[in-house]
């Protein structure tokens, strides 16, 4: 099987998840069959599934492998749930930082004690749950397809896109948020172009933006995280355009680290800056981005290059996986129900009135 953004990155079949293992691309394009919970989890954390919308689905699954897993030893449905609930706690801790993971969580929550109110057969609320994960799986491509149809509309004929990290159908159940931008765009006109940034330390722009482009046959050019500014001073780059793991309810967004020096590179250069995210990543409980928990990552992904050290021993390192970008830096925040504009205290209540 070979990728297309038609594929589903992650996709419930019976009663296992199927992921496709995104630490191997672009030397490998595989599937994984997941059956446990405890595996998903563990794929979460090590990135085999990764992006903000892949890792939401990812803990809805997790959720219903476990409780396949606790109806071989519960038969009252109280006990279960609340062996559930522990459960799905757990899955909410595998990543700190992409709010889709406990949004999702939360969804089949939600799931779990409306069985328990209606005094389901545990057979029932599993049922509940699967199909629970299967509706917010299927909405997460339809809601990529209105982000990149709303989004082509801002995309000026001929440009040049830049994205940092990966916000393609990789990181989401397909299609894509900045990605799917730029695929709505470029059915539409297919003289844009893409410029992608490598995105240290984990090269998802590297790996995995220019695996899909060039896949999709979308012209791409890939370049180093340091070099966006000398590109924007060219009048190389037309607009940018990224994904998001949290956005605060001011419209402060955390993405992937160097998010931030691109938006500031992209407001000195005048270079409009914009988010392409669902509502799901909208954290309406906290006020800013100072409130958004950064996640610390292995030194190991600085340190090292393809398993080899290219440091020597003794140097101090520091790795968070994410920065928050200021609202006062973004243009405009790319969403299935449409595009929100400053002041986004404003527009984002408006979008979940
Ligand atoms: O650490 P990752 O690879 O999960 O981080 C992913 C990103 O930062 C993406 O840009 C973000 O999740 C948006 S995905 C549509």
């Known amino acids: 099987m070979r990728f297309n953004s038609k594929i589903k990155t992650i996709q419930w079949i019976d009663n296992y998840s199927r992921i496709i293992d995104q630490t191997i691309i672009p030397y490998e394009f595989k599937y994984l069959d997941i059956t446990s919970g405890d595996e998903m989890v563990n794929a979460i954390k090590t990135m085999i599934v990764r992006g903000a919308p ?43 930082t992409a709010v ?18 209606n005094n389901l057969s545990i057979h029932e609320l599993i049922n509940n749950l699967k199909e629970n994960g299967i509706k917010l799986e299927n909405e997460d491509v339809e809601i990529n397809k209105k982000i990149g149809d709303y989004g082509a509309e801002i995309v000026p004929k001929g440009a040049t896109i830049l994205t940092h990290c990966n916000a393609g159908a990789l990181a989401t159940v397909g299609y894509g948020t900045a990605l799917g931008v730029v695929r709505s765009a470029y059915a539409n006109d297919n003289t844009i172009q893409v410029f992608a940034d490598e995105t240290r330390p984990r090269q998802q722009g590297a790996r995995l933006t220019t695996f899909e482009l060039v896949t999709d046959g979308i012209p791409v050019t890939l370049i180093t995280d340091g070099m966006c500014s000398y590109f924007m001073k060219q ?24 998010t931030y020096t691109v938006a500031i590179a992209a407001k000195y250069h005048n270079v409009p800056f914009y988010i392409a995210a669902p509502l799901s990543t909208i954290d309406t409980s906290i006020k800013t981005g100072d409130e958004i928990v950064i996640e610390e990552r292995s030194h190991e992904e600085v340190t090292h290059i393809n398993g080899k050290n290219i440091c020597i021993d003794g140097v101090n390192i520091i790795n968070p996986g994410f920065d ?30």
């Open 100 to 117: 889709n993971l406990m949004w999702a969580v939360k969804k089949q929550k939600e799931v779990i004690n409306n069985g328990v109110n």
């Open 235 to 258: 009048g190389k780059i037309d607009l940018v355009i990224t994904g998001a793991d949290r956005i605060a309810a001011n419209g402060d967004s955390a993405n992937k680290i160097g």
């Open 324 to 353: 928050v970008t200021p609202h006062e830096l973004i243009a405009g925040i790319i969403t299935e129900k449409g595009i929100l504009r400053p002041d986004y205290k404003t527009s984002i209540a408006e979008a979940f009135a």
């Open 54 to 96: 892949a890792i939401g689905i990812a803990g809805a699954h997790a959720i219903v492998l476990y409780a396949q897993e606790l109806e071989k030893t519960y038969t009252d449905l109280n006990e279960f749930a609340q062996e559930l609930i522990k459960k799905a706690d757990y899955v909410n801790e595998a990543r700190p």
